[in-house]
């Protein structure tokens, strides 16, 4: 325990004493954030433009630098660090592409998955052929394991681990919503992680609840620096790697509940709109329907932080039912 929460502790520290020249540098450089066209988003969101953006890179150090020392490095931890920074690349490139060009669009979608799917590809084979981990799914409250077999393994782990790291991205639409979110849900997966006796996957989890807690620090309303792509692969990219290494695969639905509504809200207007040509949100991600309802920023953040804390805490409490049995 003791070095669980030291970890925490560390990762939010470092994070908040290198935040102000890390921002620095970057608005030096004109790293900063280029808004979607106006129609796409809500008014408010234009006065965003030029802000800091590419903070997943401090996310990213602010846990390394802690899990190194703290932790002893074993395979389970170090693959589900590999996700966070594979797929914090990921959108690293994405992020660079928008800077260079000065434009919102960078890497394209299809590429983005190709790489995800390389991504999930890797924690597929060290789950399986180096660690050992059996390809099965775990039904919550029934508590039963399901054998798939390899091959529809792997597209579980794909669906997750895309899933994941595009619904955080989709959910970084607010200053501090998508930061505050994943520290509520990797904070249930380090009592996950905790419970099972998996101290390094434990440490992990809290040296990124730690790195998100200091990043809020600069990222809450009104926000000094995003967290970017950058951020948000990253963020869903560990969170998804937590998830299979826990064997949460499904329970992920409900500790993640708000990232996967934020997904739903985008998909369900996508499919509507194209069948009826009519809208079932004012604007999507769900978030947004919020704010063009007349919703203030900050009202939304904390409302969504507190259902996320319930579901998390729901999550956490079928786990622990199935674990005790």
Not at 121 to 131: E, G, M, P, S, T
Not at 138 to 147: E, K, M, S, T, Y
Request: proline share 3%; net charge positive.
């Amino acid at each position: 325990m003791p070095r669980v929460l030291i970890a925490a502790i560390g990762a939010a520290t470092l994070l908040i004493f290198l935040g102000p020249k890390f921002i620095e540098w970057l608005r030096v450089n004109e790293v900063g954030q280029f808004v979607r066209p106006a129609g796409l988003i809500p008014e408010g969101h234009a006065g965003k433009q030029g802000t800091p953006t590419m903070g997943g890179l401090l996310i990213l150090f602010a846990t390394l630098v802690p899990f190194v020392i703290l932790s002893s490095r074993s395979t389970v931890a170090v693959l589900v660090l590999f996700a966070a920074v594979a797929t914090g690349a990921i959108g690293f490139i994405d992020d660079y592409m928008k800077v260079v060009r000065k434009r919102s669009l960078g890497l394209a979608g299809k590429w983005r998955m190709v790489g995800l799917a390389a991504v999930a590809a890797v924690i597929v084979w060290v789950a399986v052929d180096v660690i050992g981990q059996p390809t099965t799914l775990q039904v919550p409250i029934w508590n039963q394991d399901i054998q798939i077999g390899i091959v529809a393994y792997f597209a579980v782990v794909f669906l997750v681990v895309a899933g994941a790291a595009n619904a955080v991205n989709l959910t970084d639409g607010l200053d501090g919503l998508a930061a505050g979110i994943a520290a509520v849900v990797l904070l249930a997966y380090t009592a996950i992680a905790f419970v099972s006796e998996r101290t390094d996957l434990a440490i992990f989890g809290a040296t990124l609840v730690g790195a998100c807690l200091g990043f809020l620090w600069f990222n809450s309303f009104p926000a000094q620096v995003f967290m970017g792509d950058t951020g948000s692969y990253a963020l869903g990219g560990a969170i998804a790697g937590m998830a299979v290494l826990t064997k949460t695969e499904i329970l992920l639905v409900v500790i993640a509940a708000v990232f996967v509504i934020e997904a739903l809200s985008v998909i369900i207007q996508v499919i509507v709109f194209k069948r009826s040509r009519r809208r079932v949100f004012l604007m999507t991600p769900v978030h947004h329907h919020f704010e063009m309802a007349g919703w203030s920023e900050t009202k939304i953040i904390v409302r969504f932080w507190l259902i996320a804390a319930i579901f998390a805490a729901v999550g956490f409490t079928l786990f622990f039912r199935d674990f005790q049995l």
